[in-house]
């Protein structure tokens, strides 16, 4: 009967860390998922916004823009606020704080170069416009490279943790 009881503790011990692991792979693929639904948010956000502005421009009515923004905005707020209370998880450092340079980043977009083209009528210069939209594409160089930077972390993370790795 005693020498069954050191097999149950060993067995008892296997299973406590596989089920250990099981809940830390759990943990990091909801991580790696959640960051991937907050970026992929801000893409439909920024392709509404952009469809608004091919309206707007050839209107001249700039009033449809503000309130994708405010919305945007408020998103982009909130989910700064999410990503700095997550949890590190299987050495999510790095990620985690690309994420939230990114959001950072967006933010001053949405604030600034996006919310510049509410400012016109229909009288503004074709100058006008013109230099908002190479300012606002000027801004989305840093938004590329941010992004290039969290796929590749996004990959590494992957690696690390034996994770599946994202579908584009």
Known sequence: MFHRFPVLIGLSLVLLVCSCDFNKKEKCIALDNTI????????RY????GDELKIAVNTLNFSGLSPIRQEMQGYIGRKIEYVRGMDNVGGSEKLLNAELEFLEVEKGIVANKLAAFERFNDSVAMDALST????????????RDLLKKIHTLREQYADKNGIPKFIE
């Open 132 to 143: 908002a939209y190479a300012d606002m594409q000027y801004s989305a160089l840093k938004e």
């Open 46 to 49: 920024g392709a509404e916004w």
């Open 36 to 43: 991937a639904a907050i970026n992929d948010s801000l893409l």
